[in-house]
């Protein structure tokens, strides 16, 4: 069976994934919005003990430049849309320095979530489903980005390490998705012993 070719893949990856986060983003957004409005307003994602949004969504590190993140989400996964739209569409950019930019905003985006995943497991102590698809789109998103970048040569990476960068992609980000999952069954391993006893 033949491999689908990699471009026409990061194309349906920025596309979907870009729709995906603004959608989620948006829905916290409105969430927000309606928790602001009435503190007795229970979120649409809460669902368990562990899987609560008022407690992530009421945080300090859900404005962390003074504003809700989810403005900086609906910005950038619009941006990232608009980037696999007009790949789609048959443009290219040829400048180096876009796909720089790009590459920024994607490393930017991995920096930022990291930083929430640490302080939605280790200080809030729960877990928000959109917060989650967030995740999830965002670690996509960084490594096919990375992976493009260095095989249409807009990033050099020499060597072994840029090889592997640019041909494994889907194991990467199947390794970090691991690693997320690892991190919350560890952290909430007495919620889950108690769901199986």
Known sequence: MKKP???????WLLVIGGIIGLLAASILTIEKLKLAANPSYIPSCTLSPIVACSPVIGSHQASAFGFPNTIIGIAGFAMVWAVGMMLFAGGSVKKKWFWGCFQVGTLFGMGFIAWLMHASLYE?????IYCMTVWTVTIAIFW???????REKNINIKGKIGKFLAENPGKLIAVNYLLVIVLIFIRFADYFHSLIG
Do not use: D, M, R
Not at 5 to 11: A, E
Not at 124 to 128: F, H
């Open 144 to 150: 096919s980005t990375l992976a493009f970048n260095i």
């Open 5 to 11: 070719n990699f471009n026409t893949v990061y194309k």
């Open 124 to 128: 809030i102590g729960k877990l928000c």
